[in-house]
């Protein structure tokens, strides 16, 4: 069976273990996810599962995407997502619910993360910046001398420094799932996710277990 599903971060809560630690929670609206598409190596050159999520008006998807899901008397979905899968075991139009995990497992989470727009090296490489003395008022927070001198000349491919930041896939792994709910479609892993609330996810099975 396939174990992964897509889901919509909820936020963040916090429950008691037995032994009566603060456990922090992160809650994800996980599934109900709907074969949308089997992928077969023999035909498509790997093999894979493509899952869809999030029913939205018509009107929202194109005349292609729809007739896609139509093939399998699908509601319009949102958001599609593959899975590879060496032997999934699952028929296109199978729905797949929060159940296919279970508490105690381990999951990696993909997700995109806060965009924070250009950031500077400070922040974005957490640098430490120049002295606070010496006379300097407007060089505490620059990132500084950048490369050698005469040779080569000029700043080294892959230097850190300003730049944009954030708003990347980024992957989470080995999160502990704490909390199992089926009838409200909750996830809940032990930690934080990428993304912001509200922000679309990918649940999968660790690969480091």
Do not use: W
């Amino acid at each position: 069976m396939l174990k992964g599903l897509i889901g919509k971060k909820v936020g963040m809560t916090q429950i008691f273990d037995d032994a009566g630690s603060v456990i922090p929670v992160t809650l994800i609206e996980a599934g109900p996810c709907y074969v949308t598409q089997v992928r077969q190596s023999d035909k498509d050159g790997y093999s894979a599962v493509q899952l869809g999520f999030g029913e939205a008006k018509p009107r929202r998807l194109s005349g292609g995407q729809l007739g896609h899901l139509k093939r399998n008397s699908l509601p319009p979905l949102r958001f599609l997502r593959e899975f590879r899968a060496k032997s999934p075991e699952l028929n296109e139009g199978d729905a797949l619910k929060v159940d296919v995990f279970s508490i105690g497992e381990f999951v990696d989470v993909i997700g995109t993360s806060k965009g924070k727009g250009f950031a500077g090296a400070v922040k974005r490489h957490h640098f430490r910046g120049g002295p606070k003395t010496h006379g300097q008022s407007d060089r505490q927070r620059a990132p500084g001398s950048r490369g050698s001198g005469t040779t080569p000349g000029r700043v080294n491919k892959g230097a850190r420094g300003p730049g944009h930041m954030g708003n990347e896939r980024v992957t989470t792994q080995n999160l502990k799932v704490v909390l199992v709910d089926p009838e409200r479609n909750l996830l809940g892993v032990r930690g934080s996710v990428p993304g912001s609330k509200g922000g679309i996810l990918m649940i999968k099975e660790a690969r480091k277990q």
